[in-house]
Every structure is written in C-alpha cells, then in structure tokens.
C-alpha cells in the first residue's frame, strides 16, 4: 500500500455560522477530514471568533484538526488547534510564540522548497504547496508543479500540503506526487449533491490510490 493523502478542507472566504453549521456538519460526517480550516476573509475579528465558537467543537467532536488562518491570537482565543500562516502574515517564530509548542504551525510555501525548507527548519508541521490549477476563492501568486511535491516527499519528513483549485476530475496527478494532504474548499462547498458526498469522494479517490501499488 503506498502513501495516502488526507482531506484538508478550507472554509468559504465568507459564510453565515448558524447557516453555515448544518453544511460543515455534513462535511465531516462524509469521511476522514485531517483538518478544518476556517479562512475568512474581509471580515472584522468578532466576525472570526463568532465562526470560530460555531465551528470549532464539530470539528474536534470528528477527530480532525481546527485551524484558523492567518491570525495566531484569534486561533488562541478561539482555543483552535493551530493556525495557518502565509508569507504575508505572521512570520513563523511570531505565530509558533503566541500559539505555543503544542499547536499546529503551517507555513505557506508557494513554489520554493527553499521557503519550505526555512520553515521546517524552524519547526513547523506542515509546508503548503501551490497553487496547481486556477481557484475560485482565491487569485494564485505563484503556480506550482507536482514534482515539487515529489521531491519534498522523497527528501524531508516535514508534511506536505497541495492548495490551489483542486477538484476531483484533476487532483489524481496530484495525489500521486504523494503530499500529506489535499486541500479543497469550492470542490466540496459547491458540490451540488452536498459536501457529504464529495468528501466521501475524495476519500475514495485516496482510498483507491493508495491501494494501486507501491511509491
């Protein structure tokens, strides 16, 4: 059995919690979800912790992960399991301080395994890689090729994570290039059959890679 991809899934940009609650609870009961990570955007701090108090107890109830982006003192008021940073946001040594050594710390690292490697260097416990194929939710800076993710793969032990546009007709190249995690947002919010069903299909489609033979 070779390596299997785990679901990472992002928020839409913006969301109503108490509507927004039935959907994600939906998400979570389609199948194994690493992480959740709530990324609002344009919206004031009450606007985050209120998403955040919403959110954050389903998310643990199902055994995965909640991080909150960009934003390491909300993550901790909010008593999230860590938070996400990019190369824009908090530097990685400011965000590990406010969030402590127990926390997940992701660092966003474009295309560069040079920024990578800076940041799991320092510690942190995943590097993002991106963007693959255009996204609805955000406007990529950089793009990045599944041979970035293979090399990572083969040469660190610092987990991977693949963002940008992918969806379950173009992520198997993807999957393939052996990252730690998948991570999606518009490909399970607008599903039109519901976020249920499309987890449970990329958790088949990891399932069946998975099985298809070694590295």
Same mark, same amino acid.
């Given at each position: 059995?070779?390596h299997r991809a785990r679901l990472y899934l992002i928020t839409p940009p913006k969301l109503d919690p108490e509507a927004f609650? +039935?959907?994600? !609870? ?18 004031? %701090? ?12 389903? =998310?643990?109830?199902? @055994?995965?992960?909640?991080?909150? *982006?960009? &934003?390491?003192?909300?993550?901790? #008021?909010?008593?999230?399991?860590? $938070? ?8 990685? /040594? ?8 127990? /926390?997940? $710390?992701?660092?966003?690292?474009? *295309?560069? &395994? @040079? ?5 799991? #260097? /320092? ?16 406007? +990529?800076? @950089? ?26 007709? *173009?992520? #198997? +190249?993807? =999957?393939? !290039?052996?990252? %730690? ?8 919010? *607008? ?19 998975? @099985?298809?033979?070694?590295?």
């Open positions: 059995m070779r609650a +039935p959907l994600m !609870a939906e998400a979570l009961a389609g199948g194994d979800i690493a992480a959740v990570q709530l990324r609002l955007k344009d919206v004031s %701090d009450d606007a985050v912790l209120h998403a955040g108090a919403k959110l954050r107890d389903m =998310v643990q109830h199902a @055994h995965a992960a909640f991080l909150i *982006n960009d &934003r390491p003192d909300l993550a901790v #008021e909010i008593g999230a399991d860590g $938070v996400h940073v990019g190369q824009g946001d908090a530097p990685y /040594a400011e965000a590990r301080r406010i969030v402590g050594k127990e /926390a997940i $710390v992701g660092v966003t690292a474009h *295309n560069s &395994r @040079h920024l990578a490697m800076e940041a799991a #260097e /320092a510690g942190a416990d995943y590097v993002a890689f991106g963007a693959f194929f255009p996204t609805d939710t955000k406007q +990529p800076s @950089h793009w990045c090729e599944p041979e970035v993710l293979e090399i990572w793969h083969e040469t660190t032990e610092t987990a991977s994570i693949a963002i940008g546009g992918l969806k379950l007709d *173009n992520c #198997e +190249p993807i =999957v393939r !290039a052996n990252p %730690d995690f998948i991570a999606v947002s518009s490909a399970v919010w *607008n599903d039109p059959r519901g976020p249920r069903a499309a987890v449970a299909d990329f958790n088949a489609l990891f399932d069946r890679l998975a @099985h298809a033979g070694g590295e």
